[in-house]
Nanobody, 124 residues
């Protein structure tokens, strides 16, 4: 079982930066892949970025490439999403998620563990 608690969301202006955090815990969380998804009401959950916890291999969605970075701090058991040059279309609820094993996936169905989410709103 993996527990995920997100924080760091808020209201920012276009062009600003924001760092989301996700506290990761559980007896076997290291043998997992962790990721960020986002969702706008009425739309499907969208993959943002993922990283394998042990090997640290990252993957980013095309929409995030060059602006967002997924990072992890092994000592603090924390996952981050550094978001730069934010745009109004980045407005969404952002979820920290995890799946068993060191296997990257951009499919929401592959992730078993989900946090409660943190809201990011970008004004124009």
């Amino acid at each position: 079982q993996v527990q995920l608690v997100e924080s760091g969301g808020g209201l920012v202006q276009a062009g600003d930066s924001l760092r989301l955090s996700c506290a990761v815990s559980g007896p076997t969380f290291m043998d997992h892949t962790v990721a960020w998804f986002r969702q706008v009401p009425g739309s499907v959950r969208e993959f943002v970025a993922a990283i394998t916890w042990i090997t640290g291999v990252p993957a980013h969605a095309n929409s995030a490439e060059g602006r967002f970075a997924i990072l992890k701090d092994n000592a603090e058991n924390t996952l981050y999403l550094q978001m730069n040059s934010l745009k109004p279309e980045d407005t969404a609820m952002y979820y920290c998620v995890a799946r068993d094993g060191q296997v990257l996936s951009s499919s929401a169905h592959a992730y078993v563990y989900w946090g409660q989410g943190t809201q990011v709103t970008v004004s124009s």
